[in-house]
């Protein structure tokens, strides 16, 4: 089973900063998914195959990496990022989650 | 449009069996290269997936659950369903639909809380 490390576990931005999230996956993965969650809400795609924008998902947030290490970044922190950010290979089953980051607004 | 709605009986006692629906619109699960999947979340925990139904009825689960997962499809219906058999206080989540384009989870449902005691 391939692990996803997500980090931080938590943090906090100010308005305008940026921001970037990591995930490390136990073994070599092709891809890694982004998804957003909100409150009790249902997650949100933001990245697919690694750094492509979901349709709707502003500009300012991107999606990098290869092998084992990725990232997300938020370019400039705007209050609607506060959320849990996932991240998600579908590279071997189990497919794997990572446990999250949690963003919150400074 | 694409949406999703998963149902399911709310609360049940262990050892019973969980049913849950999947009713979606604006796909079809007989398109190539769709699919559906379920994945769970507990209260205040993170994202487990659980399994894949594919629109050739290839199928896959999550093998720590296996044994107890059954994953179908109703393709003129456009419903997908998961069983659970002997079900516990674990398996108490919130349990999510979602549509696989490709290969991907594109589309999510709302969710529907399931809670297991006696």
């Known amino acids: 089973e391939i692990v996803l490390t997500q980090s931080p576990t938590t943090m906090a931005a100010s308005p305008g900063e940026k921001v970037t999230l990591t995930c490390l996956a136990s073994s070599s993965v092709n891809y890694i998914y982004w998804y957003q969650q909100k409150s009790s809400a249902s997650p949100k795609l933001l990245i697919y195959?690694?750094?492509s924008l979901a349709s709707g998902v502003p500009d300012r947030f991107s999606g990098s990496g290869s092998g084992t290490s990725y990232s997300l970044t938020i370019s400039s922190m705007e209050a609607e990022d506060a959320a849990i950010y996932y991240c998600l290979q579908l590279t071997s089953t189990p497919y794997t989650f990572g446990a999250g980051t949690k963003l919150e607004l400074k | 449009q694409v949406t999703l709605k998963e149902s399911g009986p709310g609360i049940l006692q262990p050892s019973q069996t969980l049913s849950l629906t999947c009713t979606f619109s604006?796909?079809?699960?007989?398109?190539?290269?769709?699919?559906v999947g379920w994945i769970r979340q507990p209260s205040g925990k993170g994202l487990e997936w659980l399994a894949n139904i594919w629109w050739d009825d290839d199928k896959y689960y999550n093998p720590s659950l296996k044994n107890r997962l059954t994953i179908s499809k109703d393709t003129s219906n456009n419903q997908a369903f998961l069983k659970i058999t002997n079900v516990d206080t674990a398996d108490t989540a919130t349990y999510y639909c979602?549509?696989?384009?490709?290969?991907?989870?594109?589309?999510w449902g709302q969710g529907v809380m399931v809670t297991v005691s006696s």
């Open positions: 979602a549509r696989i384009t490709t290969d991907y989870f594109d589309y």
């Open positions: 195959y690694t750094s």
């Open positions: 604006g796909f079809s699960l007989s398109t190539y290269g769709m699919g």
